[in-house]
C-alpha cells in the first residue's frame, strides 16, 4: 500500500496507480475537465516571465512537485510517479493542441513513446522534445514539462539541452519551446505556459 500511495498521483480528486490506471479513459477524462481559458489559451503567447534577480529571492520548494515529460530530480520520488506525472502532462498539451491546431494532424506531432497507447504510433524518447508542429509557417519543437502543483522550476536533460542549444544556433526559422504543465490532473487549475528557448 505504501508502494501504491508512493507513485500515485491525485487525478480529480482521485488516487491514480500509473500499473493500473485506465490511460484511454483517463484520456478522455483529462480532456473533458481542461477548462475552456486553457484550451483557448494561444499556441504563440509566451508567459509573461519575471526577471532573473527577482526569482533569486524566491524561496523554492524541491520535492513538492513532480517531473514531467523526463525532466525533474526530486529526490524521494519514484520513478513511476515521475512518469506519471510527465504523461498527464502531455496528455493535456495533446488535448489542448487538438484544439488550438484542427487542421493538423496531432497524433502525428506526437513524438515521445508516452503516445504510443494513444496514437497507436511508436513514439521515441531521447529527441529533445515531445511534439513537433507547425506553426505560423514554422516549426515548433515542444517540450513537455509539468507538475501536480506549480513550482515554477525544472530540469532539462542532455538531449533536450542539445535539441535546444541546436536550433537556437540554427539560421532556420524553427522554435524550440517548453510546455510548462503546473497542476497538471487538477482540470479547473491546470495551466500551460509557452516559454522561450532557454
Known sequence: KRDRDARSVQVNGQRRD????????????????????LLNRPIGTFADLAPADQLRRRRWAPG???????GGAYVGVPQEKKDLIGRLGELTV????????PGQDIDACWKSSNATPFTGREGRDGLGYDFRISHNKQTWYIEVKASVDDPCQFELGETEVRKARDIAQSRSADRYVIAYVANVGNGAATTIDILPNP
Open 18 to 37: 500509473p500499473q493500473t490506471v485506465d490511460w484511454l479513459a483517463l484520456s478522455e477524462e483529462l480532456s473533458t475537465g481542461l477548462t475552456t481559458k
Open 64 to 70: 513538492t512537485g513532480g517531473g514531467g515529460g523526463g
Open 94 to 101: 495533446y488535448h489542448w493542441l487538438k484544439a488550438r491546431q
